[in-house]
Structure formats: C-alpha cells, structure tokens
C-alpha cells in the first residue's frame, strides 16, 4: 500500500523511519559534525534510549558536543539531538544549528506514537 505524501512535510520527513531521517539529514548539515544520535524518552522511567546514531563517536580528538532538546508543545521532554563536531569550527557549527533546532522543532511536530 502507497502511503500519501504531504507537500508540507520537512524535506528531510520519511514517514517509515522519521528518526532514521533526520538523523541522517542532521549528520549532512556540515562537514564538521562526527556523530549524530537521536535520543528516545522512554516514559517508563523518563529515561533516554537512542534510537538513532550515524558517524563515529570514537575519534581521538576532543570533541564538542551540543545537544539540542526536543520537547512537546507543553515543554515536556520527547528526546534530543546529540551532535559530537570537530573542535576547531565555530562560524559553521552556528550556522548549522540554526538548522538543527528547527528539525528539533519539526520532529516535535512530526514526532512518532
């Protein structure tokens, strides 16, 4: 069975893996990001399990980390994004997380059952 497309979905949306794609969309934003992983709340116990990783995490230069939170519309927490980069970038890491919060945001919006 097709399923339908929207025209307002992020480009970046597959609806049979929305975590998987943005993920893989995020680790392309630039070419300083090393890893990416998405991170899962778990409502159990309020605890974080990734749910979706690309790049390598064991690189032998310290490494920046940012992680960039994705809430609910009431604040409440959904996940996060985790981004390890090269330490020596600053103009293009800026840059691109402009772009990753707003994947935060549309994966709010988008966000799995």
Sequence with gaps: ??????????????????????????????????????????RSGLKFRLAADIGSSQRGIKRNSVVVPINDKNGSPLGKIC?????????????????VNKVARELRDLWPE
């Design 83 to 99: 981004i390890n980069s090269d330490p020596f970038i600053r103009k293009t890491k800026d840059q691109s997380l402009n772009e």
């Design 1 to 42: 069975m097709r399923s339908k497309i929207s025209p307002d979905w992020p480009v970046w949306y597959n609806p049979l893996s929305p975590i998987g794609s943005a993920t893989r969309y995020v680790m392309g934003l630039s070419p300083w990001f090393e890893w990416v992983g998405i991170y899962t709340i778990r």
